[in-house]
């Protein structure tokens, strides 16, 4: 499956979408109500069925003729969404879904053949970089610029919007995207950081730019214009979509960030090594930073990247201790502390960085616990790591096929 993103042109014709996006919010909020009183009566949900004949019967009165607008099998998969959710309240200990102003319900989704796609052949189309194209949602024909090809059949369309008022669809093709990029035959294990974002086995760093804590002050100041305003007006209106476009550079800035950065490791490595973080015990620690840096967003596009470039993103034990064992000896310091950014190993004398250290353990435990063989540190006069040799037991070129 591939899923591609595109914005939908500003025109007159989006506001018919935004009153079906509303009443799928109405008939969201509806529905947790009723299933809220089952569930208190009964200890459960209600179940799909149930609501779904429950939905049929409300369309028959005139008081709820409007819901008959969207079409009925978006108000399904609403419904059963809503079902998955009560269930995951008893299986995963979960909280029960919340009430949302409708004006905040983001999306509805439509089976692809529900949908028709066309090419428009206007004078539009030579002026812009992509071609433009309309799409029928509801009866309605919609513009937007095509800037990835259709290249396989679309299973589903998803419509979401965002607190700008802005309105995308996500199309999901069955087609599987493979870029057959050359082999390089490197593997190599990264320690992940607040300072430093990645630090490689290989000694380079990563930074990132930490976007929220650069879009901080103008956070603060339109916040402050916002909560001075008067509450409901077309003042506090703007200034809450001048808070959300900021929060919306931010995500776009990470976003792209993370792309890259992915694109660039697949290329220069066959197999990368990471370790399996508690995040959320990080965010207790560090808050806003590991929030900023995104570590699991990031790992999701990259294994994304890795699966269609035929690449292997491999991940180690959680409680593997990588940062207080030299790399040389495995000699263990446990009056290593956080403060502690470079140290000396006490058995060996080797002067050690602690993110590199970290992060040449990380690739030694991998290929060692997925049988690719053995990482021998290479330290020189001075007791200074300045590279390691591989012993491969099968050749990593090949062994990456097994993992992708």
Not at 126 to 146: C, D, M, Q, V
Not at 189 to 207: A, P
Request: one cysteine or more; proline letters at 2%.
């Amino acid at each position: 499956m591939r899923n591609t993103k595109h914005k939908l042109f500003h025109d007159k014709t989006l506001k018919r979408l935004h009153d079906e996006l509303n009443i799928c919010g109405v008939v969201r909020n509806h529905f947790i109500a009723l299933s809220m009183r089952y569930y208190r009566r009964y200890g459960k949900g209600l179940s799909y069925a149930k609501m779904s004949k429950h939905l049929t019967k409300l369309k028959k009165l005139a008081k709820y003729q409007h819901w008959h607008i969207p079409y009925s099998w978006a108000l399904q998969n609403i419904l059963k969404r809503l079902a998955q959710s009560f269930r995951e309240i008893r299986t995963l200990k979960r909280g029960h879904p919340q009430f949302k102003s409708c004006k905040k319900h983001k999306g509805m989704t439509f089976r692809g053949e529900q949908v028709s796609i066309e090419k428009l052949l206007d004078a539009q189309n030579h002026e812009r970089n992509h071609p433009t194209y309309k799409i029928r949602l509801n009866g309605r024909w919609y513009r937007f610029a095509l800037h990835r090809e259709v290249k396989g059949q679309i299973k589903e369309v998803h419509v979401t919007r965002d607190a700008l008022g802005d309105v995308y669809i996500t199309l999901t093709e069955d087609y599987s995207e493979v870029i057959p990029d050359p082999k390089t035959g490197k593997a190599e294990g990264f320690d992940m950081g607040i300072k430093d974002f990645l630090t490689g086995s290989d000694g380079h760093r990563y930074t990132s730019p930490m976007f929220y804590k650069q879009n901080t002050k103008r956070l603060a100041k339109a916040q402050r214009v916002y909560s001075r305003k008067v509450k409901g007006s077309n003042n506090q209106k703007r200034e809450r979509k001048n808070i959300a476009r900021i929060h919306k550079k931010t995500e776009n800035q990470r976003t792209d960030h993370h792309w890259k950065l992915a694109i660039e490791l697949c290329q220069k490595f066959d197999i990368l090594f990471f370790e399996d973080l508690n995040l959320n015990g990080m965010k207790r620690l560090w808050g806003k930073q590991v929030s900023d840096l995104a570590f699991g967003e990031f790992i999701m596009k990259l294994k994304w990247q890795a699966k269609k470039r035929i690449r292997a993103v491999l991940k180690i034990g959680r409680w593997t201790p990588t940062t207080k064992c030299c790399c040389v000896c495995e000699h263990k310091n446990e009056t290593l502390t956080l403060a502690d950014r470079e140290w000396t190993c006490p058995k060996c004398d080797t002067h050690l960085d602690r993110d590199h250290n970290a992060a040449i353990n990380i690739l030694k435990e991998g290929v060692a616990s997925f049988g690719l063989g053995d990482v021998r540190p290479i330290v020189l006069l001075g007791n200074q790591i300045v590279g390691y040799s591989i012993e491969a037991s099968s050749s990593l070129l090949h062994s990456t096929n097994a993992f992708a």
